[in-house]
């Protein structure tokens, strides 16, 4: 209802072992007329928080470097295994019709035992779909699997003024696949 996707999460990712830099990037589209306001995202714990939401203009192979993102929301809580949702502190529009939203991990972060953890959810699905993931802010790995991030843009009519962030230049190859990340059930 309100516009929130129906699906409910399989569980949350989570890194394993833990890393200084663990982000999640998503690959969404941003058609020329449009930008992105906020996020909707399935969230896994309502006590922590993610220090920051992350916007990048890559390629459709992956995400610049994460040093090259800006960040549009900083303590992100979220409600616990729930659907929550942000507004960004600046709406952002792409220039090439690609944006990466990354979600960026509290550094080496462990779960506490007996509380929720903190994740982005997925959802089990029977198509393949990727994401792409990080524990250093350099090298993204692209994670191939049957699992859907559970993470959705929100889109407003772009206005006059909007910052539009632009692809790299040259045509970055695939990126390898390692690298571990583990998908927690509820």
Same mark, same amino acid.
């Given at each position: ?7 409910? %999460?399989?569980? +949350?990712? #989570?890194?394993?072992?833990? @890393?200084?830099? =663990? ?6 589209? *941003? /058609? ?36 090259? %993102?800006?960040? +549009?929301? #900083?303590?992100?809580?979220? @409600?616990?295994? =729930? ?6 502190? *600046? /709406? ?46 350099? @090298? ?47």
């Amino acid at each position: 209802s309100d516009g929130i996707p129906a699906t409910s %999460a399989d569980g +949350v990712l #989570q890194f394993t072992p833990p @890393q200084a830099v =663990s982000c999640v990037a998503v690959r969404v589209e *941003v /058609p020329e007329d449009k930008m992105i306001t906020g996020l909707k995202w399935y969230n896994g714990s309502g006590t922590e928080a993610f220090p920051r939401i992350l916007v990048a203009s890559g390629n459709d192979f992956q995400p610049p470097p994460y040093s090259e %993102a800006v960040a +549009v929301a #900083q303590e992100v809580h979220g @409600q616990e295994q =729930s659907w929550s949702e942000i507004v960004f502190d *600046v /709406p952002i529009a792409s220039q090439s019709g690609t944006l990466f939203v990354v979600m960026e991990y509290p550094e080496n972060y462990t779960p506490v035992s007996g509380q929720s953890v903190l994740g982005v959810g997925y959802a089990n699905e029977a198509s393949e779909h990727h994401c792409f993931v990080t524990g250093d802010g350099e @090298q993204w790995y692209r994670m191939a699997s049957r699992c859907r991030v559970l993470l959705e843009p929100v889109l407003a009519d772009r206005t006059p003024g909007i910052v539009a962030l632009r692809g790299p230049q040259d045509g970055d190859g695939p990126v390898p696949a390692r690298l571990g990340l583990f998908a927690a059930p509820n």
